[in-house]
C-alpha cells in the first residue's frame, strides 16, 4: 500500500510545531498578510518566524508548503511576489497557488521550488489539471472537494501530477472558496484579503432567555437556542428566511466537517499521493489530536492492520461530520 504524505495545518509557529511533533510530513502556512486565504488576526507567520519554523519543521524531517493561494488585485501583485521571494529565500519545500500570474511567475523564477495548485484554482478534470502541468511544471494537485473516489481514481491515471485530497476539517464547498458573498457585507474578499467574515465584523448577541444571535456587520446570520452550538458565522453557513421556504434554513450548505476517516483504505488504494487536513484556524489541541490520530489511522493501514480512528466529532462544525461527495454524489 502507498504511504502519502500527512499534510496538516499551520496557523502559527506553536501549530507548527504541534504537527511537527505529532507527526506530520509536511505542513501549510502563509505569511501575515493578504496573500493567503487565511489572513486574520493573531494568525500566520511573519518572515523571522516562519525562518525558525522552516528550520525546526526541516529538522524533523518535514516539509513546509507556503500558501499563496490568494489573487493579486490589479496593480498590487508585488505584495505577492515579495511573499514568494521571502519563501524560496527561507528554503520553504513548496508554494500552493491558485492565480495563474503567480503560478508563472515562480515557474520562471524559481523552477527548482515545487508548485502545487491550491483547491482555489478549482482544477477538476483532467484537461484543466493537464494544462497547469503543461504550462507552470505543476508537480501535485489540491481536488476540490465534489469528486467521488471512483473518479479520483480515474483522475490518477489521467493526470501527469501528484494528487492531493482533503480528509478532514472545513467543509465550505461555494467553488471551493472563489466565494464573494462575505464582500457584499464587509467590504473585504475571500480571494483577494485572504478574508471570511472578519472578526472585527463579527457580533454574538444573547437576548433575556438565553438564545444567541450570531451578525456579520448588519446583518444577522444565524439565531440559536439554548441547546444550540453557535459556530462561526459565515454567510454560506447561516439560515435564512426566504419567500420559497418555511421557516429559516441553510440556504446555502449546513455547517458540517468532512472526516474521511472511515474511506481512508479506498483513498490510499486509489493512489492519491497526499492527505490533507484542514485548520489553519483552529487551536494546538485541535491539531494534536486530529494529526496524530491520523498518523496512526494511515500507518496501520499502510502495515496491513485495521485503523482504528479516535472520535474526533467534538472537534467537527456544529458536532456534525460529513462524508461528502467523496463517497456519493446524492450528497447535498
Known amino acids: 500500500m502507498n504511504r502519502p504524505e500527512l499534510v496538516c495545518p499551520a496557523g502559527t509557529p506553536s501549530a507548527m510545531r504541534t504537527a511537527v511533533d505529532a507527526g506530520a510530513d509536511a505542513v501549510y502556512c502563509g505569511f501575515q498578510n493578504a496573500t493567503n486565504a487565511r489572513n486574520f488576526p493573531g494568525l500566520n507567520f511573519t ?77 477538476s478534470t483532467p484537461e484543466a489539471i493537464k494544462f497547469y502541468c503543461r504550462e507552470f511544471n505543476v508537480k501535485r494537485v489540491v481536488l476540490p472537494r465534489i469528486l467521488t473516489i471512483p473518479e479520483i481514481k480515474t483522475m490518477v491515471r489521467e493526470i501527469p501530477c501528484e494528487i492531493e ?118 487551536s494546538k489541541a485541535y491539531v494534536k489530536s486530529v494529526v496524530t490520530a491520523y498518523r496512526k489511522a494511515v500507518d496501520s493501514i499502510v502495515a496491513g492492520e485495521e485503523p482504528q480512528i479516535s472520535d474526533l466529532l467534538a472537534l467537527t462544525e456544529g458536532q456534525k461530520e460529513t462524508e461528502g461527495a467523496f463517497k456519493s454524489k446524492t450528497w447535498r
Open 47 to 123: 518572515v523571522p518566524e516562519l525562518e525558525k519554523s522552516v528550520t525546526h519543521a526541516h529538522a524533523g524531517g518535514t516539509k513546509v508548503l507556503l500558501a499563496v493561494n490568494t489573487f493579486p488585485p490589479a496593480g498590487k501583485v508585488d505584495l505577492w511576489r515579495e511573499a514568494v521571494d521571502n519563501g524560496a529565500r527561507l528554503g520553504i519545500d513548496a508554494f500552493i497557488v491558485a492565480d495563474i500570474g503567480m503560478a508563472d511567475y515562480i515557474h520562471k523564477n524559481y523552477p527548482d521550488i515545487r508548485l502545487h495548485l491550491s483547491v482555489q484554482a478549482a482544477a
Open 165 to 282: 485530497t482533503f480528509i478532514f476539517g472545513n467543509h465550505g464547498l461555494m467553488v471551493e472558496g472563489r466565494c464573494s458573498l462575505t464582500n457584499y457585507i464587509t467590504g473585504q474578499s475571500t480571494n483577494m484579503d485572504g478574508v471570511c467574515s472578519p472578526a472585527s465584523q463579527v457580533q454574538y448577541i444573547k437576548d433575556d432567555a438565553g438564545n444567541l444571535s450570531t451578525k456579520l456587520g448588519m446583518f444577522t446570520i444565524d439565531c440559536f437556542s439554548c441547546d444550540e452550538n453557535a459556530g462561526y458565522p459565515t454567510i454560506c453557513k447561516g439560515r435564512y428566511l426566504t419567500p420559497a421556504h418555511d421557516g429559516a434554513y441553510y440556504a446555502f450548505e449546513e455547517p458540517v466537517s468532512l472526516n474521511l476517516s472511515t474511506l481512508l483504505p479506498d483513498l490510499m488504494a486509489a493512489g492519491v499521493t497526499a492527505l490533507k487536513i484542514e485548520g489553519r484556524q483552529r
